[in-house]
């Protein structure tokens, strides 16, 4: 049972009803789309159409499929064949492990990355380089200048690598208007099933060298039998994300106001575009694993920071990179979903009042 009242969509959106009901019948049904029986016959028909909706909710050519956001990002950084990966300070975990030795690429306060530190990093060695930028921040909502990326790293000779994977099914995403070569998708962060994720390919020639190797499912990028219902529910996700990003756009306005009517918050990344549900908001006195906690036990769910690192709350390396100082281990992210309303944000605030109350008399006194 989920909590009261659920403001950690970033980490995780309930699947949608549709979703669910074809799941349950992709699984019913069962089939192996590797074999040439009709049984498996219809689950390959299953696993290609799916394939074709994710394709088209990005505007991309070649869908690998994935367990999910990480896997696909190992497989662009890790399989693109180039001698130098530059990665932004502020990419997922999965992103920054992936190749630890990657040249960190800064961003500026405002929470974008540094397209001029970009050009100089780009300039310094002329390997053949693959650039990695996320589309939008996972905990400030801050959309990068992907687009402006690309050129920059198409002019030396560099491919771009974009984790889309909290950006798609909230705002549009175009790989060919973006000029995104590689583009990593998650079906549990737009309304599908956890894992299960892609690597989108703008042109089948950029295929990476597959990390797992034994069949020759996903055109030999991806050994292992397809997961059939997990698929089936990825396609039907992303076709009913891509139909509601309109209504999705509405929660910017909650957003907004639960940030004016925070008392004492400190909203990060407000001078970028953000996406429409995410806020990032610090309180001076409080660490955000304590604010996390008080929240839980008043059933709010919030998280501090990336919901990847098994439980542990830590000090946000994005606000870091970002120069927030302290805030960088006072902060906690809200993320709004599809469902979320009024009545939601007013359980919030009156949580987060309790919480000012304490936090704001211990700071004047220091």
């Given at each position: 049972?989920?909590?009261?009242?659920h403001l950690?969509?970033?980490?995780?959106?309930?699947?949608?009803?549709?979703?669910?009901?074809a799941m349950?019948?992709?699984?019913?049904?069962?089939g192996?789309?590797?074999?040439?029986h009709?049984l498996?016959?219809?689950?390959r028909r299953?696993?290609e159409?799916?394939?074709?909706?994710?394709?088209?909710?990005v505007?991309?050519?070649?869908?690998?499929f994935?367990?999910?956001?990480?896997?696909a990002?190992?497989?662009a950084?890790?399989?693109?064949?180039?001698?130098?990966i530059?990665?932004?300070?502020i990419?997922?975990?999965?992103?920054?492990?992936?190749?630890?030795?990657?040249?960190?690429?800064?961003?500026?306060?405002s929470?974008v990355?540094?397209l001029?530190?970009l050009?100089?990093l780009?300039?310094?060695?002329?390997?053949?380089?693959l650039v990695?930028?996320?589309?939008?921040?996972n905990?400030?909502g801050?959309?990068?200048?992907?687009?402006?990326?690309?050129?920059?790293?198409h002019?030396?000779?560099?491919?771009l690598h974009?984790?889309?994977?909290?950006?798609?099914?909230k705002?549009?995403?175009?790989m060919?208007?973006?000029?995104?070569d590689?583009?990593s998708?998650?079906?549990?962060?737009?309304?599908?099933?956890?894992?299960?994720g892609a690597?989108v390919?703008?042109?089948?020639?950029l295929a990476?060298?597959p990390m797992?190797?034994?069949?020759?499912?996903?055109?030999?990028?991806?050994?292992?039998s397809?997961?059939?219902?997990?698929i089936e529910?990825?396609g039907v996700?992303?076709g009913?994300?891509a139909e509601?990003?309109?209504?999705?756009?509405?929660?910017a306005a909650?957003?907004?106001?639960l940030?004016?009517?925070a008392?004492?918050?400190?909203?990060?990344?407000?001078q970028a575009?953000?996406?429409?549900?995410t806020?990032?908001?610090?309180?001076?006195?409080?660490?955000g694993?304590?604010?996390v906690?008080a929240?839980?036990?008043?059933?709010?769910?919030v998280s501090?920071g990336?919901?990847?690192s098994?439980?542990?709350?830590?000090?946000?390396?994005?606000?870091?990179?970002?120069?927030?100082?302290?805030l960088a281990g006072?902060?906690i992210?809200?993320?709004?979903?599809?469902?979320s309303?009024?009545?939601?944000?007013e359980?919030f605030?009156?949580?987060?009042?309790?919480?000012?109350?304490?936090?704001l008399?211990a700071?004047?006194?220091a």
């Amino acid at each position: 049972m989920r909590s009261a009242v659920h403001l950690d969509h970033n980490a995780d959106t309930p699947p949608f009803a549709a979703v669910v009901a074809a799941m349950a019948e992709a699984l019913a049904e069962g089939g192996n789309p590797s074999s040439v029986h009709a049984l498996g016959r219809r689950a390959r028909r299953r696993v290609e159409d799916a394939r074709a909706r994710v394709a088209g909710l990005v505007n991309g050519a070649e869908v690998v499929f994935t367990s999910g956001g990480t896997e696909a990002n190992a497989l662009a950084l890790t399989g693109c064949g180039r001698a130098r990966i530059l990665v932004s300070a502020i990419e997922h975990p999965s992103v920054l492990a992936a190749v630890p030795d990657a040249v960190p690429v800064p961003v500026l306060p405002s929470g974008v990355v540094d397209l001029d530190a970009l050009a100089r990093l780009l300039d310094a060695d002329r390997r053949p380089a693959l650039v990695s930028l996320m589309l939008a921040n996972n905990e400030t909502g801050a959309i990068q200048p992907v687009a402006e990326a690309a050129t920059l790293a198409h002019a030396k000779g560099a491919l771009l690598h974009c984790d889309a994977v909290q950006a798609a099914g909230k705002i549009a995403v175009d790989m060919r208007c973006l000029n995104i070569d590689l583009l990593s998708l998650s079906a549990h962060k737009l309304g599908g099933p956890q894992g299960i994720g892609a690597l989108v390919l703008a042109d089948e020639r950029l295929a990476p060298t597959p990390m797992l190797r034994g069949g020759g499912q996903e055109r030999g990028l991806r050994a292992g039998s397809e997961n059939v219902a997990a698929i089936e529910g990825f396609g039907v996700a992303a076709g009913l994300a891509a139909e509601g990003l309109a209504d999705f756009a509405r929660l910017a306005a909650l957003r907004d106001g639960l940030e004016r009517r925070a008392r004492g918050a400190v909203a990060m990344a407000t001078q970028a575009p953000r996406l429409p549900n995410t806020s990032c908001l610090a309180l001076p006195g409080l660490s955000g694993e304590v604010m996390v906690m008080a929240m839980d036990l008043a059933g709010v769910a919030v998280s501090a920071g990336a919901a990847c690192s098994s439980g542990k709350v830590r000090a946000s390396h994005v606000l870091a990179a970002m120069g927030a100082g302290h805030l960088a281990g006072s902060a906690i992210r809200v993320s709004l979903g599809r469902d979320s309303g009024e009545a939601d944000v007013e359980r919030f605030l009156q949580v987060w009042a309790g919480l000012a109350a304490q936090a704001l008399p211990a700071a004047s006194a220091a």
